[in-house]
């Protein structure tokens, strides 16, 4: 259901919903048209007049609490709905998705009631004989328009939503289309929570929503997570409105596993990072690099765990048919590439899972090792030195993440400090500080959020200068 201005509708359109484990279409959902979406950005406005406009932090965090309880209260529910939306493994969901959904919640409930702003006494000086205080005040942004992905879909959608409403704004969420469950869900909650009409709306739809909502005159800022060429299309359309923007984007993230590293660790850590949720999160390692003395040993271990992995229980499938046939597409551009498949590099007759896939054999400049495939698969590269590793580790579009593996404690540091990427994790894996920022360079995206980030993206600070020292 839609849920605009605190009221649950349905639509005229409706769009159908695939299991991606099966293929097979398990329901349908209301299509919000532009006339929807107006509904909801003016309801959104109006809300920020109403009672949500007047409430103090105190009223604020008791809201993101309430949600935060209310998600925890229907636990089951959302579990089983991010499962039946994205067919990824019902533990990944369970430890993942939805405790960190009422974690983000629960974050900036606190962060909120810590956060300090700035004041300073201020000296006489130049024109004005006087001294005064100057100090700043955070006021919302007013509507945001928060555009969340299928891959992490509530946790990625309250990831935005919870700091939003933190500083006081309100929000107009569009999920992908391809995994609307948990955000009606949300609604529910929120609803349920006693927040004013109007201050949380949904609107499901595709494309054509979100290019409604994102070029809207009465959006005040866009917060997105997604594909970086959706990100160029949103940029485009806030340009017209000078919009302000935060873009989680797209990522071609290495891993470097020096000689000196612990093995089994490296190899475990890169099957997670590898092919967890089959590839499908902006953080998952694409590419890896090993140190020439344990790299045949490194590609051989990394085959064999590979090859172990269960569908259904360690990965689920690709999000869609059309995903599927764009990483299948990859699959075979590599093999035209030259690339030699250690394991995988197929479709698996079963939904749209295809086999985690390990590629060797190609060169840094191939189009396999360079673009984005989002999809169960990583390439292994040798390499001899420190400097050349980080040369290519940084030679990419892309500037996301980095995993380091290795034991040398004074290398961990030095190596970290020169890979241009906005996080980089030694000897672990998405392992997430919500109060660190998060976010990437060059096409991985514009900002940062995370902890006192968000909160400052997701408000505008104003200046206050109090005279004190009265001129005579
Ligand atoms: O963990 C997070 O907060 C985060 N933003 C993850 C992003 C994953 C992208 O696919």
Redesign the pocket.
């Known amino acids: 259901m839609l849920y605009i201005d605190g009221a649950f509708e349905s639509a005229a359109d409706t769009f159908a919903l695939v299991d991606p484990t099966d293929g097979r279409t398990t329901g349908t959902v209301p299509e919000a048209s532009a006339a929807h979406v107006d509904r909801a950005v003016a309801a959104a406005r109006r809300a920020l007049g109403g009672p949500w406009g007047e409430e103090g932090v105190e009223g604020r965090r008791a809201v993101l609490r309430r949600i935060a309880d209310g998600i925890e209260a229907r636990f089951d529910e959302f579990v089983a709905a991010e499962v039946a939306d994205t067919g990824k493994p019902r533990e990944l969901a369970a430890t993942v998705d939805i405790p960190?959904a009422v974690g983000n919640f629960r974050a900036y409930a606190d962060l909120l009631y810590g956060r300090a702003e700035e004041a300073y006494p201020t000296a006489a000086h130049g024109w004005n004989s006087g001294a005064a205080l100057s100090y700043t005040l955070r006021r919302p942004l007013g509507v945001v328009a928060v555009v969340a992905?299928w891959?992490?879909p509530l946790?990625?959608l309250t990831?935005k939503v919870a700091p939003a409403l933190a500083m006081g704004n309100t929000v107009v969420a569009k999920p992908s289309e391809l995994t609307p469950r948990t955000a009606t869900l949300l609604a529910e909650v929120i609803d349920a929570a006693g927040v004013p009409a109007g201050v949380f709306n949904l609107v499901h739809g595709a494309a054509a929503t979100g290019a409604h909502l994102v070029a809207h005159p009465g959006v005040d800022a866009i917060a997105f997570?997604g594909a970086t060429a959706t990100g160029r299309t949103i940029m485009g359309a806030a340009a017209a409105n000078l919009t302000p923007v935060s873009f989680?984007l797209g990522g071609k993230n290495a891993a470097v596993v020096f000689a000196d590293a612990d093995l089994d660790a490296a190899v475990a850590g890169t099957v997670r990072s590898s092919f967890t949720h089959a590839g499908q999160?902006?953080?998952c390692t694409e590419r890896v690099y090993v140190q020439r003395p344990v790299y045949d040993r490194f590609v051989r271990a990394l085959a064999e765990r590979t090859r172990a992995l269960r569908p259904g229980v360690d990965y689920g499938p690709m999000i869609s048919a059309g995903h599927r046939a764009k990483v299948l597409g990859h699959f075979r551009l590599a093999e035209e590439e030259g690339a030699t498949v250690e394991v995988g590099g197929r479709a698996m007759d079963q939904g749209f899972f295809v086999e985690p896939t390990v590629l060797t054999g190609l060169g840094d400049d191939t189009r396999t090792v360079r673009e984005e495939i989002f999809g169960p698969v990583c390439h292994v590269a040798p390499f001899d030195t420190e400097a050349e590793v980080v040369g290519r580790v940084n030679d990419s579009e892309y500037g996301l993440a980095a995993t380091v593996w290795t034991t040398d404690l004074s290398r961990a540091h030095r190596v970290a400090a020169r890979i241009e990427a906005g996080i980089v994790w030694v000897n672990c894996w998405n392992l997430?500080d919500?109060r660190t920022p998060?976010g990437g360079l060059r096409s991985s995206g514009i900002g940062r959020?995370?902890g006192a980030h968000s909160l400052d993206f997701f408000s505008e600070p104003v200046t206050v200068c109090v005279g004190i020292g009265a001129e005579q």
């Open positions: 960190r992905p891959n992490l946790l990625l990831w997570t989680e999160i902006c953080l997430r919500l998060f959020e995370g």
